[in-house]
């Protein structure tokens, strides 16, 4: 399954710089195992919040999403299925990462050539759960 997330700039500058949305294939089974595994380490150490996995992750602009999902001014994740003769042009990233959260995964990234951090919003597994099921 592929989720399309609105992604934002973490801090003051307002673009995104071209890292509209997060292209995400999503593994359910996974994320909540790393959930899972984040809730048992966190019941020892207080003091851990997240983990993060690199990679994972591909952005893309607002026109790309409208070229390949017919979609623009996405406000929340929503799945979407990419079409077998279109390619999907993602934006030049570094630093691409997952974190997992106890209360979801969130998606993250910066810019080439760029000091900016864009994420997107955390996504509860059960959101996520109930985008696998629509068709």
């Excluded at 150490?45 to 996995?53: A, G, K, N, S």
Aim: hydrophobic residues 35%; proline residues 4%; glycine residues 4%.
């Amino acid at each position: 399954m592929h989720v399309l997330i609105p992604a934002s700039v973490e801090g003051n500058d307002d673009s995104t710089m071209g890292c509209d949305y997060a292209l995400i294939e999503i593994d359910i089974e996974r994320i909540q195992k790393y959930i899972e595994l984040l809730a048992h380490l966190c019941y020892d150490h207080e003091d851990l919040t997240e983990m993060v996995f690199w990679g994972n992750a591909e952005f893309i602009t607002d026109s790309e999403a409208d070229r390949v999902f017919a979609l623009s001014d996405v406000t929340e994740p929503v799945r979407v299925e990419i079409p077998e003769d279109i390619g999907v042009e993602s934006e030049r990233t570094e630093y691409d990462e997952m974190h997992i959260t106890p209360s979801g995964v969130r998606w993250s990234c910066t810019p080439k050539h760029t000091d900016v951090r864009v994420s997107t919003s955390t996504v509860s597994l059960e959101e996520l759960k109930k985008l696998e099921k629509r068709e």
